[in-house]
């Protein structure tokens, strides 16, 4: 029974964290991951969590360590995170075919995600839901054979330009898979 036991302890660290970064109202999400964000040199700028809900998906984000001002954050189509330049993400999430950003008439693509705000400690948090995107279910899931990922560019998103928001370059990236 103790062996059970410590199996189970120890098996329950490799599943989903059990408190998210943010709260979460109403129902529980029916799946929830993370990933870092690093930086081509391998340090963690901060965390992402994706909560698929009933009525989309809950991004939670947190980053540390950078300069006070706007950053981009979007999801990437591919989950691979090769540095330095992290091209390896591909292009947004776009499985509509839109153009890029809330502010242009023909967006946005369903990766676009609003600025995130860092203060002067270095510090900046996103809590947004992205309603009708799912993770692993639906017409058009976030994570298919090759994954999606996460990326943080080096300049705040203008919510308009084609094909990026003219957000700058990828400086950190967190791959996402199940």
């Known amino acids: 029974m103790a062996i059970a036991g410590a199996l189970a302890l120890a098996l329950a660290g490799c599943g989903p964290r059990a408190e998210s970064l943010g709260r979460v109202s109403g129902a529980p999400p029916s799946l929830m991951l993370s990933t870092r964000l690093l930086a081509a040199s391998g340090n963690s700028l901060g965390e992402v969590e994706l909560l698929q809900m009933a009525g989309g998906v ?16 979007h999801l990437h189509a591919v989950g691979r995170c090769v540095a330095p330049d992290f091209t390896s993400a591909g292009p947004h999430f776009n499985p509509e075919g839109k153009q890029h950003g809330r502010d242009n008439p023909m967006g946005a693509h369903a990766g676009d995600l ?17 309603p009708g995107l799912r993770l692993a279910d639906g017409a058009a899931p976030l994570l298919d054979a090759d994954g999606a990922a996460v990326v943080l560019h080096g300049k705040a998103d203008d919510y308009r330009s084609d ?6 370059a990828r400086i950190a990236c967190g791959e996402i898979r199940r």
């Open 114 to 130: 609003p600025n995130i705000t860092v203060d002067a400690k270095g510090a900046g948090s996103l809590d947004v839901m992205l």
């Open 163 to 168: 094909p990026a928001g003219n957000a700058g």
């Open 58 to 73: 809950q991004v939670i984000a947190r980053v540390t360590g950078l300069p006070a001002g706007d950053y981009a954050l």
